[in-house]
């Protein structure tokens, strides 16, 4: 049982560059996240999604895409990557249930120079 | 805007000190509430988690945490630390009536114990 995989766990960047990042989840989860961590900020929601075919934006939503065209699923992508966006990106997903918590990827370290 | 504070960015121990690390968040309403731990170079791990009941709740390698609903607060505690507790620490809420599950983090707090 993997839980939540993250694609891949690290990328060098150039600015302009785009890229997508894959989260996948073998738990029948409803609800995906896609955070990014930033030292000092702690972790901040981009996008989320509440069920196959639907998206959300959250705290930091610009200069990212997201796309749940699968349940178990969840891209996100950056069109033209800046320095700005240089963070760990973290996936999460959950059942989405009132009391339930979220299990999260190892991550994605993503640098844009 | 619902947020979640940690009083301690960094905290230096050495092995056997006690450690609490303070967290309030700002929401009047029915939250549940988290704190997460990432050792370095890995994912956030749940260590423990408040629903409702007993506001002490406790959690994996003798962490525990205590929820006051009047301070709103949200402090961990471990009585006697461990080199192997060196690790950044998140407190977390989501707001029951969202639906969402969204995880409102704090900014979190490095813990460095000394052997």
């Known amino acids: 049982n993997a839980g939540v995989t993250q694609t891949p766990k690290f990328r060098v960047l150039k600015t302009g560059q785009s890229m997508t990042l894959l989260c996948a989840q073998d738990?029948?989860?409803?609800?995906m996240y896609w955070y990014r961590q930033d030292p000092g900020m702690g972790l901040r929601l981009i996008h989320y999604?509440?069920?196959?075919?639907?998206?959300a934006k959250g705290e930091v939503p610009d200069g990212y895409n997201v796309s749940r065209l699968k349940k178990q699923n969840f891209l996100l992508g950056l069109e033209s990557a800046a320095p700005s966006q240089t963070s760990v990106y973290f996936c999460?997903?959950?059942?989405?249930?009132?009391?339930?918590?979220?299990?999260f990827g190892q991550g994605t370290r993503l640098t844009v120079v | 805007a619902q947020s979640v504070s940690q009083h301690n960015h960094h905290v230096i121990l050495s092995e056997a000190a006690s450690l609490e690390l303070g967290c309030n968040y700002s929401?009047?309403?029915?939250?549940?509430l988290f704190w997460y731990v990432q050792y370095p170079g890995q994912h956030l791990q749940l260590l423990l988690k408040?629903?409702?009941?007993?506001?002490l709740v406790k959690g994996i390698k003798g962490f525990e945490a205590e929820f006051i609903k009047s301070k709103f607060s949200f402090n961990l505690r471990k009585p006697s630390v461990q080199w192997s507790d060196t690790a950044e620490y998140f407190c977390?809420?989501?707001?029951?009536?969202?639906?969402?599950?969204?995880?409102?983090f704090g900014q979190g707090t490095t813990l460095q114990v000394k052997p």
């Open positions: 999460a997903s959950s059942t989405g249930t009132s009391n339930t918590e979220a299990f």
């Open positions: 738990m029948n989860h409803e609800y």
């Open positions: 999604s509440v069920g196959e075919g639907t998206t």
């Open positions: 929401y009047g309403g029915t939250v549940n």
């Open positions: 408040y629903f409702s009941g007993d506001p």
């Open positions: 977390a809420v989501t707001v029951r009536r969202s639906n969402t599950g969204k995880l409102i």
